[in-house]
Nanobody
C-alpha cells in the first residue's frame, strides 16, 4: 500500500506564499501521476493540480498562474508551490498517487492526514 505524509501548511496573509510537500512511500514505483487536492469545510474534495510520469502538469482554473506542482527526481515527493494566495484557497490540502484516471477522479482507497492552509488577514 501507499503511505502519504503532507506538510508545509500554515496561516498566511492574502498575497503570501506557501510550499507544500508530500512524501510518498510504499507501492508507488508504478504510479503514473501524482496530484494535490483540497477540501474546504462543507465542500467536496477538489483536484487542484497533478503531474504525470512524463512531466506534464495540469491545474484547475482557479489556481492557474499562481500554483506550481513538481516532483523530486525519484518521484517520491510531490510539491505544491502556492503563490499569491487568496482566502478562497483556505482548505485542507491532500496529495495522492496512482494511475492517471485515479488521480483525475480522486478515487483512492486511502488518504493521508492532509495539511491545513489558512489564508486570512
Amino acid at each position: 500500500q501507499v503511505q502519504l505524509v503532507e506538510s508545509g501548511g500554515g496561516l498566511v496573509q492574502p498575497g503570501g506564499s506557501l510550499r507544500l510537500s508530500c512524501a510518498a512511500s510504499g507501492s508507488i514505483f508504478s504510479s503514473n501521476a501524482m496530484g494535490w487536492y483540497r477540501q474546504a469545510p462543507g465542500k467536496e474534495r477538489e483536484l487542484v493540480a497533478f503531474i504525470t510520469s512524463s512531466g506534464s502538469t495540469h491545474y484547475t482554473d482557479s489556481v492557474k498562474g499562481r500554483f506550481t506542482i513538481s516532483t523530486n527526481n525519484a518521484k517520491s515527493t510531490v510539491y505544491l508551490q502556492m503563490n499569491s494566495l487568496k482566502p478562497e484557497d483556505t482548505a485542507v490540502y491532500y496529495c495522492n498517487v496512482g494511475a492517471y484516471f485515479a488521480v483525475v477522479a480522486g478515487h483512492f482507497a486511502s488518504w493521508g492526514q492532509g495539511t491545513q492552509v489558512t489564508v486570512s488577514s
